[in-house]
């Protein structure tokens, strides 16, 4: 763009020069023309009296003028020729960009993996050039990741299976149909890759302060490895994690909040170690469901807000292994850690320095493990067990008082927080 002013420049100078010599050549034609026309001789073998000041200076003044007004003619139309030119390739960029949405939308929705694959790098390449409607490119991907994944079909079937499926409901059979598509998994993994590998803090073109709505989608085997979140919402709510793997590792959250609400992490192992959670509002865990391993080992929480309340921890281990909560607002109310080994070691809770404090976060949590919880050597009194426990029904309870109405947006930032 800035080669593309400086040529213009120099056109318009070289057409600026070139009226100037075009309007000393008509002059010096006029002038000597108009002494052969009505004198028969030239202007410089005319005699008579010298003319008066007054008169020398009219004539400088009305050159002067018309040259002036001949140089402004000149610019103003080639500043309006460059308008129309420039205004005319934006309008068929703006059309070519938006042939090529089309398309790559049109790929998204195709029958074969190969063909949604092509529109998942067709999206990501446009985004890469067309800054204006970058967000938009981005909320295609993540809305792809929203609809519904049945999973992949058995092995040997053709690439579309219908089965159908009775049940029994009272005195009425129910028909359930799935529909599956095989590469499924693969286009979604090659969607968060994608998107991963523009969050990197090294990416050739940044993804990082947009914002990533993945409310209700699926996601297999995601790995979010580095990737750094600094739009103004980022959202996981009521994302279903499957597969062998889900990793945060090392990722960063600056925005303004990141939801992960109802989340469910069905994934054998969830890595969110040495995480860096700095959103400007709040993080919340709220009722999210950890059913594997899960690590936050070493990971930061230094936010205003910061909710694990009604979170459930069922995998075989879980571990905060010097995790840090620098501020005052950590609730871990109703959160169940129901795993076979739970560990506190070295996590550091703001000005809580004794975790058998009542006003302590984990005082409201309920250990169904007491027994196999590693609270470290800081701070607990040799042999205290944690004493809150909760009934299923009082979690109830909780959830009625502390969520709102299943739906696919998390509230605005002005709902209350616990």
Known sequence: MARFRRGERASLARAVVGTLLMVGFISVFAWLGLAQLFSRRWPWELTGPAPSQSDIF??????AAAVGATVALVVNYRRQNHLEVDSAGQRDQIRLLTERFGAAAAQLG????????????????????????????IDVLCGYLR?????????????????????????????????????????????????????????????SSYDFDFDGATLVNASFH?????????????????????TFNRACFVGKSVWFIKAEFRTGDTDFTKVDFRPANRIWFAGASF??????????????TVGFDLVTFTGSETDFFGVTFPGSGVTFTGALFDSA?????????????????????????HFATAGKVNWGSRGITPGWRPTSRRTDEERARLNDSLFWPSKKSPPSAAAPAS
């Open 58 to 63: 009219k004539l400088a003044l009305g050159m």
């Open 226 to 246: 580095g990737a750094v979140f600094a739009g103004a919402r980022t959202s996981f709510y009521a994302t279903t994690f499957v597969g062998l793997r889900t």
């Open 291 to 304: 059913l594997g391993d899960c690590s936050f080992d070493l990971s930061t929480f230094d936010s205003p």
């Open 341 to 365: 080994r739970t560990s506190f070691e070295n996590t550091r809770f703001g000005s809580h320095a004794r975790v058998e404090s009542p006003d302590h976060p984990l005082s409201a949590a």
């Open 110 to 137: 195709g029958e074969q993996a190969a063909v949604r694959l092509a529109g998942v790098f067709a999206l990501a390449a446009l985004a890469d050039e067309w800054e204006e409607r970058r967000q938009q490119c």
């Open 147 to 207: 609809l519904p994944y049945v999973g992949e079909p058995p092995a040997g079937h053709p690439e579309l299976i219908v089965e159908q499926q009775s049940s029994a409901d009272g005195l009425r059979q129910r028909s359930a149909t799935t529909s599956y598509r095989a590469g499924e998994r693969e286009v979604r993994q090659a969607i968060v890759n994608t998107i991963t590998e523009h969050l990197q803090a090294d990416a050739r073109i940044s993804w």
